[in-house]
């Protein structure tokens, strides 16, 4: 069997959801010879830049389906995948591909079919259901190219049930793997969880990224409602931590922390009473829920935020925050136990469909 290769835009060591994503799935492919090939969109100055890299994808008319504000993001990877292509030529000699989100490489689908390479499509979200993501009135123009760049593939391996639902009705061919932290990221929680069985925990938190739209929005409804509920006289102190929340305005019982440390979060989660999650748009599966729950930390989420969540003990939902108050005193009338931690996902089905698509490899041309 040849060598597999992965094509990822997240850095192996970042600390968001599809970096985390990246590593589980990474984990899987251990004991077959693998090479990681990133594309993180900066452009490199090399001979004939404009001629090889910037004008294919700058002349694409599909770029513009995309929001004014995020074009150049798009066309920085796109820029970026051109390049990886003139880089990587042993690609050409790959057994099978492993490729992310492949709306943002439109170049790759095309090599690896031409060159008869079997490759599967990694979907993290439905990028073009991403609020903010697509133009005015271009989302479904949009999502159409997403969903047919998805139908080369071997098959797309969704990390949330709703993606593969859509993408299965839409006929592509799909298989799921719920996220489950890898094993270094599993142990570290492990020891947080450990640890929570000797501390009293007290507040809440609301934890990720200011720089993802839905997350903002959710925590500043949250913020206001904490604040003019008085949420904080009966269930203390709401902290805040994550990417660019430190551009929130600190309020009566909310605490703004930023972004924090490894260490400092660790801190956080073992005296926080529970997490707290909260959006109404947004793809994917939250991966801050299953590491919260595999630390032991309870999670109070609306059910837009828990919608690759089912059944899992520890997680509390309401439907609005009309209903938050109420989940939150369910929470505190019951005993501060660790809820027991999540079974890790069965992945047989997903590592025989990978290791049938090395099996029947064609020659590559």
Known sequence: MGKIFYITRFALDGREGGASRTRQVLELLAG??????RIDGTIQAIPNLLKNLLLPPLCSPELFLWARGYRRHV?????????ALKQNPDLREAGLVLLEDPAYFPSLPSYLQKHRIP????????ESLAPARAARGKLWKLLARETDALRGSGFSLCLGDEEAFLLSN????TRVLPYYPASEKFAGLLRIRARRKTTKPEGFLMLGSAQNPPTREGMRRVIAEWESRGLYKKFGVLQVAGQDTEHFPHGEGVEI????????LERCLLRIRAALCFQEQGAGQLTRIMDFLVAGVPVVANRHAARSYHCVSGLHQFEDLNGLPKALDDLMRQPAL?????VAPDTSAVLEALHFLLRNAPEAT
């Open 32 to 37: 077959h010879e693998t090479k990681v090939i």
């Open 75 to 83: 066309f920085q990877l796109r820029c970026g995948a051109r390049l």
């Open 119 to 126: 490759w599967v499509s990694i979907v993290h979200n439905i």
């Open 170 to 173: 839409l006929g592509i061919k």
């Open 257 to 264: 922390l930023g972004r924090l440390s490894d260490e400092e």
């Open 338 to 342: 660790l809820p027991p931690p999540p």
